[in-house]
């Protein structure tokens, strides 16, 4: 794997961490993850117009797009109790332990040593963000963790639902919009009325880290065009990491050995589980 790939995954990894950083710092945070939204839909919106999946496919659309409106409430949930050196490791590294354990006891795959070594460490990181001194809200730890079951479900759906689609961009592209449509609708669901001044300072850096949010998939998508997916993934999850120093830089959060420590506990375990030779 050339140094490019590994400097674009870990590039990735940044900023994803970034926008999580931008969503965790919103004064509303449900209203900044929908105005993130938008930057994402102005982009599909085109490409969607010009590109139909097949219809096998879109059922997969639809409900991708109803799973990662989920995801967006219970992260903004989890981020109102805990801080993101804390939410962000719990969530990026239940996934993989989930998809792991979720293989051995339903499909009976049968992990690798590597993997067994990674869900270990996955689930030591995770206790340790979620016991003893300093440890995560137990309102934040099960919303975390609910955003992982969600996001290993919504996973899981766009693995089938792309090779159905027959094209990943037109796949991709109409998730896009429609999760940008149901979005919004929740919000009003949820507050009765949506209002955004795109003058002011709160929608602009909600907008930015929606930016920020559609780079980090750009070049994560680019990074697999040019190298093997499994260690790409596998580097990607070092956000855990990047989330922990980003809050402790830029967020006032407190950075103790023992979250440095977790949070590459939970690094590791995930590259164990991910990587592929």
């Known amino acids: ?24 710092t919103g004064a509303d945070r449900l209203w900044s993850v929908t105005v993130m939204s938008f930057s994402s839909t102005v982009v599909a ?7 139909l999946p097949t219809p096998h ?23 109102r109790y805990g801080e993101l050196g804390q939410v962000y490791p719990i969530i990026r590294g239940s996934v993989p332990l989930l998809v792991t354990l979720g293989g051995s006891l339903i499909a009976h795959q049968h992990p690798t040593i590597p993997q067994a070594i990674g869900v270990t460490l996955v689930a030591v990181g995770i206790m340790s963000l979620s016991l003893g001194k300093g440890r ?8 975390a963790l609910a955003t992982g079951v969600i996001i290993a479900s919504y996973a899981t759906v766009d693995a089938i639902g792309v090779r159905q689609a ?16 149901l979005l919004p609708a929740t919000f009003v669901g949820f507050r009765g009325k949506l209002t955004v001044d795109f003058r002011a300072t709160e929608t602009l850096k ?4 929606g930016l920020f949010s559609l780079v980090s998939y750009g070049v994560i998508v680019a990074a697999f065009a040019l190298g093997p997916a499994g260690p790409i993934t596998a580097i990607r999850e070092t956000s855990v990491v990047f989330a922990a120093l980003i809050g402790w830089l830029f967020l006032r959060e407190t950075l103790t050995p023992r979250r440095i420590a977790a949070c590459v506990v939970v690094a590791l375990g995930a590259i164990s589980i991910g990587y592929r030779s």
Request: charged share 0%; proline share 4%.
């Open 1 to 24: 794997m050339s140094l490019a790939v590994i400097g674009l995954a870990l590039f990735a990894a940044i900023m994803h961490a970034t926008w999580n950083a931008f969503l965790r």
């Open 206 to 209: 909600a907008l930015g880290g």
């Open 57 to 79: 496919a879109w059922p997969y659309v639809v409900l991708s797009a109803c799973l990662q409106v989920t995801y967006s409430v219970l992260l903004v949930a989890a981020y």
């Open 136 to 143: 995560a809200p137990t309102a934040s730890i099960l919303f």
């Open 166 to 181: 027959g094209s990943s961009g037109s796949y991709t592209a109409w998730v896009l919009v429609i999760y940008g449509a």
């Open 45 to 51: 919106v085109p490409f969607a117009i010009l590109h």
